[in-house]
């Protein structure tokens, strides 16, 4: 690289961007990478640049022979901000009619000098603030060194301005489901032109979310892309490109399919979850309990196929049903995390309509216990009953679930239990149509 011999002062303001690809973050952080046309001399340099809002601490030469030694910026673009740029110098103050000026002392407090000499701590009236104090487009201003002369400048740096999260639409059949993905680009505050687009999946550690990549409300202007998204791994996070260059403007959504649309088996399972305390003593129970139905739907993802082998990023999932004149209808909606390749979907739907399930607690005994060369404990034994009813059409399972930390074990039942893991149990219960079931068991629990 060539020796600093003095610092060479560029052109005011480089021209637009030749070139421009951004990755938008979960999190709402976008990392810009801009070839900009600039005249640039070997050695030292100032180069004034418009690049909106920046991190200036993580502005990154994307060429190995340029170097950034220093940055200044100031992207405040608020009246309190031009008014801390004017301490020091005096202003004019509108105030009805009249004009009156006062010296500008300081911000923190306000506090201005009238033409008499008085000092006040309100405004005299609505500040005039010169067009030097004002920033329209904040600017940045680079030192840089090269090694030789060049007609670009190539540039990473971080800024905030828009978010991104997928969305799944599920259509359900008698056996199969249609399914459909797309990656749903909120554009914020974020203004870029012509740009390559990139989503990066994944949680990426970071100080802080940035507050201007929130979420906003779906925009008016939504675009469709007829493209497929493509997918890589980057390290252990999955990147997603959009087809063709997009332009970006405050608020503008913007969608593009993930995948085509896949047509996948399904199946439908019925929960009811029991009540007894996960932690700490088993209390005896009085008057019968209603335990609500959920319903579940999980959609099967094969490998070696485009849909299984597909890692799908976090959002949401919305489930549709036809009614009988063919009308689809939302029959669920649920927030999905990040699913790797091959693990299948399993998206919670609601509480089920004709499914009921009520719990009673029949018969409780306890007693007080020891180990050897141990403290005393409690022993406690209890019977339930859950009476399980379907108004529906068609024969249903339904899984009543207990789950308990610790020591305890379930001592009898009419229905086989399921030992899903050490703390969960599962009956599956079968329950006619247009009837009803009961299952009984008992439970040995020690704290």
Known sequence: MAAVTGLALAAPIAPLPAQTSLTIYNDGRVLVRRSLAVNLPPGASEQRLNLGPVDPAAIVPL???????????????????????????????????????????????????????????????????????????PEVRLDV??????????????????????????????????????????????????AEVQLLAGEVSGPQAPTEGRPMPMAAMAREEAA???????????????????????????????????????TKTFEARGQIPYWGALPPEGGEIELPVRVTYTLQRARKTDFGDRPLPGGTVRLFEADSAGRLQLVGESAMD?????????????????????????????????????????????????????????????????????????????????????????????????DGATLTYRVRVVW
């Open 338 to 434: 990040h699913t790797p390749a091959g693990e299948a979907l399993r998206i919670p739907a609601g509480i089920a309509f004709d499914l009921t399930a009520k719990r009673v607690q029949t018969s409780y005994t306890t007693r007080r216990d020891s180990v050897a060369a141990g403290p005393w404990r409690t022993v406690a034994t209890a019977d339930y009953r859950v009476t399980l009813r379907n108004a529906g059409d068609a024969r249903v399972a339904i899984d009543v679930i207990e789950e308990r930390g610790g020591e305890w074990s379930v001592v009898s039942s009419n229905v086989k239990p399921e030992k899903l893991s050490s703390t969960r149990t599962r009956f599956r219960v079968a329950v006619p149509p247009r």
């Open 228 to 266: 497929r998204v493509t997918e890589q791994k980057v390290g252990e996070f999955h990147l997603y490109t959009l087809p063709g260059r997009i332009s970006f403007e405050p608020g503008v959504t913007i969608t593009a399919a993930l995948f085509e649309p896949a047509s996948v088996r399904y």
């Open 63 to 137: 060429d190995p022979e340029v170097v950034v030694t220093g940055a200044r910026y100031d992207g405040a673009t608020d009246q309190g901000s031009a008014l801390r740029r004017a301490v020091g110098r005096r202003l004019l103050f509108r105030n009805g009619k009249d004009t009156i000026s006062a010296e500008v002392l300081g911000v923190d407090p306000e506090r201005y000098r009238l033409p008499n000499g008085m000092i006040t701590f309100q405004a005299p009236g609505v500040p005039q603030f010169p067009a030097d104090l004002v920033i329209i487009d």
């Open 145 to 194: 060194v090269s090694g030789a002369p060049r007609k670009e400048l190539k540039l990473a740096w971080f800024t905030g301005g828009a978010n991104w999260r997928a969305g799944y639409q599920v259509v359900l059949g008698p056996e199969a489901a249609r399914v459909m993905g797309q990656a749903v680009v909120t554009a914020g505050r974020l203004r870029l032109a012509d």
